[in-house]
């Protein structure tokens, strides 16, 4: 019987050890990640108070702001997304989402170079129940979360 006892002992070593593995893998991911900066979250107020640096890579949520949007030659479009309290430019080379308009709620992921977040990615969002989290809060911390005006601002 005592070679049973050992082999049970022996597996259960093997599967702590697994488990320990896949943890620390997950931990240097997500290290990773956020060392890269690649999913960051920021609203439009604090890339006003704190830019982040032009090689940093981040999400910028908020509301498209009215009256910003600009189709440019080519793809370019350029715009402001706002959160209420901060309003920041957007350039962006592509294929627009169709939800995305002025008022309508988006994500870019891109770095900001010169003041202007230059998006390579840019996400609609139709209507809070798909806008992060982070937005929403960020939205209602400056009082502006689904008290959207009519007949813009």
């Known amino acids: 019987m005592a070679g049973m006892q050992g082999l049970k002992k022996k597996r259960r070593i093997q599967i702590i050890l697994v488990a320990f593995l896949a943890l620390a ?3 240097a991911l997500i290290g990773y990640a956020m060392r890269d ?3 960051y979250f920021r609203a439009p107020s604090d890339v006003v ?3 982040p640096e032009a090689r940093e890579t981040f999400r910028i949520g908020g509301l498209v702001e009215e009256g910003t949007l600009v189709r440019g030659e080519g793809e370019t479009i350029t715009f402001s997304v706002t959160d209420g309290g901060a309003s920041v430019p957007v350039s962006y080379t592509g294929v627009l989402p169709d939800l995305f308009d002025e008022g309508q709620g988006m994500i870019g992921t891109g770095n900001l170079v010169d003041g202007v977040f ?3 990615e840019i996400l609609a969002r139709h ?3 798909y806008m992060p989290k982070e937005v929403v809060d960020a939205l209602k911390e ?3 979360y689904q008290e959207v ?3 813009g601002s």
Do not use: L
């Open 49 to 51: 108070e704190a830019p």
């Open 142 to 144: 400056q009082g502006v």
């Open 118 to 120: 230059v998006a390579s």
């Open 127 to 129: 209507d809070e129940t």
């Open 25 to 27: 893998g997950s931990t």
């Open 149 to 151: 005006k009519e007949g």
């Open 37 to 39: 900066g690649i999913n």
